[in-house]
């Protein structure tokens, strides 16, 4: 079991930037793939940017690409989402998920997800 606690979601203006953070616990992170993922409302969760524990390999979307950055801290046991240049439409809840696979895009190939937490973009 992995258990997955996010944090450092708010309100903030377009253009602002804001730091999330994944603290897990648990089973060891040392096979595992970390991912952020986001769901806007009516919307079907997606894949945001990946993080191999191990070797650090990152995957983001396209529509973050350049804009955020996913980092992780293994004495920390905690990853990180580091959102720059916000835009409305990056107004979702965003939760941190964890997989055996490597770099999967799909939601599906992550096993274990925190709470949510809610990022929210006024222009």
């Known amino acids: 079991q992995v258990q997955l606690v996010e944090s450092g979601g708010g309100l903030v203006q377009a253009g602002d930037s804001l730091r999330l953070s994944c603290a897990a616990s648990g089973r060891t992170l040392s096979s595992y793939t970390m991912g952020w993922f986001r769901q806007a409302p009516g919307k079907e969760r997606v894949f945001v940017a990946g993080?191999?524990?191990?070797?650090?390999?990152?995957d983001y979307a396209d529509s973050v690409k350049g804009r955020f950055t996913i980092s992780r801290d293994k004495a920390k046991n905690t990853m990180y989402l580091q959102m720059n240049s916000l835009k409305p439409e990056d107004t979702a809840v965003y939760y941190c998920a964890t997989s055996s696979s490597y770099l999967k895009r799909g939601a599906s190939s992550y096993a274990y997800w925190g709470q949510g937490t809610q990022v929210t973009v006024s222009s």
């Open positions: 993080i191999t524990w191990s070797g650090g390999s990152t």
